[in-house]
């Protein structure tokens, strides 16, 4: 951080771009944003980086160790699974699965709350009333127990995996907004925006939202990982996307049976869920220092 | 005379807290605070009033009141022979673009994300005042250099002005719907003694030229009297006198008017004058005083001002003040004295 004072942006940039400037000088919050994003890449462009068919089977590979090891070769670096299939781009297809189920919950559910949360604290009365019992009654379910029981109801698959992660996702982003909107609201520029004769949506939507978008990104950031962790957990009890799909989760899980003889089976998508989740919570943390303005020196 | 731009009557809003559950079963009662109590003035159209009292005596209240910013608990409010007090959302918003505030906190009634261009503009906008986005940065533009900033500072966020060139944007997003009535919240406060007079001279030039209406909120004395051509004077969310600003500076009757201004700071050629001063602190309004509210702190008080409450009587042409002792004619600083 010695040498920030030479970038620090000068004042006339916009207070987002200040943040940016500030988020980069962070190397860890900043080297996890770059990891994150070659996460992000990998799904994309999984069919033009993954060495071989995830789904092509081999028997005659079955449990093929990683390269470096005795029995194994180049071909397949990070060996193969009781089918033979290549770890390697089991885990770079899989990333796919995780990045989807991950963004497109917490999109889903950030929306649904950012409306919910900005109407129960701007309104608040009944509509308060109504949308914070509801949250509170969400909240006293287990997540993952919620998510399986709707998983059991609805059957398997990916929507259905977004559909029962949004049900209960969409509180905690609700309460974040609610919150901040309290706060918000009670400013002296949004009753100015009232005398102006502006509508209540006008106000929630111009006045107050942007005023509070830091603490959400900040919070979806970190949830975003949760919700691949739960993901992960779904697929690994057989309740997310159906093989022959490659899901990190399910790959866990079926290695656990090898895990005397083959370890690599479990572990390397294990080490991709644990690399990912991290690096987007140490992302969020730098996310949330940099939005903050009272961690700018 | 013709009916005054802006006419209040029994003006009254009531805080009420609401109280726990635990609170609600054991019977406790709901918590009421009078922030503005009974209050009735009139506007005369192109003057100024003067609304001046000690900080939490409600004068924000009542300015906030009359724009319904908060909604009024009791009383009316006619603007222009039009009842605003009961009027439906759609005719209020009509009416939001006739009557404006410019507040005290030129760092917090300024959204930060949004540049100058859009907070002016944005009455423009919510009342299609203008056609299209060229008028309105056209007509943007003209309010931003009558008010002393320049074009070049339209696309910049809030942050990068300072406080007095703030204070000069919220005038401008005030002023650039032309309303007639203006409800100053203490402009000035806020500012640097050397900003103060730059925004006050503005104030006054852009009244003159645009032919506006002021309600001034102030606790300075000063400022007050270099503007106002009445003032009102408020004390625990009443008006306990108002009259013309001369009478009120130099011959104020009512005891908490003569006290305010013998505490105002004069060049005098010889000494003599005597700072009243009050004993005590303003009394909670949760729980405020019997009678007249200011007997507490009168050093003139008696046993009739303690159980009965004064109502307000006449003491000159549009000179009014509430006190019992009115009718003795006493000078506060000589009954101390002697």
Redesign the interface.
């Known amino acids: 951080m010695s040498d920030a004072a030479v970038t620090r942006p000068t ?2 940039q ?2 987002l771009l200040r943040n940016l400037a500030v988020f980069a000088e962070n190397r860890l919050a900043a080297g996890s944003a770059i990891l994150v994003l070659i996460f992000v890449a990998l799904a994309l462009f999984a069919p033009l980086i993954a060495p071989q068919d995830p789904n092509a089977t081999d028997l005659f590979r079955r449990l093929q160790p990683p390269a470096w090891q005795a029995g194994g070769d180049w071909a397949h670096v990070l060996g193969c699974d009781a089918l033979g299939r290549d770890i390697l781009s089991r885990i770079i297809y899989g990333s796919r699965v995780s990045m989807l189920v991950g963004a497109t919950v917490v999109f889903i559910a950030t929306s649904i709350g950012i409306l919910a949360g900005l109407a129960a604290g701007y309104l608040g009365g009944w509509v308060d009333t109504i949308i914070s019992r509801t949250v509170d009654i969400l909240l006293g379910f287990p997540y993952l127990i919620f998510a399986i029981g709707l998983m059991a109801m609805m059957g398997a698959g990916l929507g259905n995996i977004i559909l029962a992660l949004v049900y209960k996702e969409w509180v905690i982003p609700c309460r974040v907004v609610r919150a901040e909107t309290l706060a918000t609201r009670e ?3 949004v ?8 509508s209540n949506r ?1 106000i929630m939507l111009r ?1 107050i939202l ?2 509070i978008l830091s603490p959400v990104i900040v919070v979806s950031t970190i949830r975003m990982a949760n919700v691949i962790i739960l993901e992960a957990s779904l697929s690994f009890l057989g309740l997310g996307v159906q093989p022959p799909t490659a899901s990190w989760g399910a790959m866990v899980a079926d290695g656990r049976a090898f895990i005397m003889q083959a370890w690599w089976v479990s572990t390397f998508p294990g080490l991709a869920i644990l690399l990912l989740v991290l690096a987007l919570n140490v992302a969020s943390q730098g996310l949330r220092d940099a939005f903050d303005p009272r961690f700018h020196e | 005379m013709a009916e005054p731009l802006l006419s209040v009557t029994g003006l009254t809003k009531v805080y009420r807290g609401t109280p726990s559950i635990v609170g609600r079963l054991m019977g406790r009662p709901t918590l009421e605070v009078k922030a503005v109590s009974d209050v009735s003035l009139s506007v005369e159209r192109g003057e100024i009033l003067g609304l001046i009292g000690e900080s939490g005596c409600g004068k924000s209240t009542l300015g ?1 009141t009359i ?1 319904r ?1 908060h909604e009024p608990t009791r009383g009316g409010i006619r603007f222009d022979g039009i009842d605003v007090s009961s009027l439906p959302p759609h005719e ?3 009416m ?2 006739r009557m ?2 410019i ?3 030129p760092y ?7 540049t100058v261009a859009d907070i002016v503009g ?2 423009l906008r ?2 299609g005042l203008a056609r299209g986005k060229a008028e309105t940065r056209d007509m943007v533009a003209a309010i931003i250099e009558k008010v002393g900033l320049k074009t070049a500072h339209l696309d ?2 809030p ?2 002005f300072s406080g007095g060139q703030r204070q000069r944007i ?1 005038i401008a ?1 005030a002023l650039v ?1 032309r309303p007639e009535f203006i409800v100053c919240d203490e402009p000035v406060s806020a500012l640097d003694v050397s900003i103060q007079a730059q925004i006050i001279e503005l104030l006054s030039d852009l009244k003159r030229d645009m032919g506006l209406t002021y309600l001034f909120i102030s606790h300075d004395i000063s400022v007050i009297g270099y503007l106002s051509d009445r003032v009102a004077v408020m004390y625990l969310g009443e008006v306990v006198e108002i009259g013309p600003v001369q009478a009120i500076l130099e011959r104020p009757r009512h005891p908490y008017t003569q006290t305010l201004m013998s505490a105002v700071p004069k060049v005098e050629a010889q000494g003599g004058r005597h700072r009243v001063r009050l004993m005590g602190d303003l009394p909670s309004p949760l729980d405020p005083p019997s009678g007249c509210k200011f007997h507490t702190r009168c050093p003139l008080a008696t046993d009739l001002c303690r159980s009965q409450s004064p109502t307000s009587q006449t003491l000159g042409i549009g000179h009014h003040a509430s006190c019992h002792r009115l009718g003795e004619d006493l000078n506060l600083q000589e009954e101390v004295t002697a």
Do not use: T
């Not at chain 2, 917090?108 to 949004?114: G, H, I």
């Open positions: 004042p006339s916009s207070l400013q002296e520029y009753e100015a925006a009232r005398a102006l004769g502006a006008h006045e942007p005023n | 906030r724009l910013l209020m918003k009509a939001r673009r404006q505030i507040f005290q906190d917090a009634s300024l959204n930060p994300r949004r944005l009455p919510l009342h910049r966020y942050h990068q919220g997003r719907s």
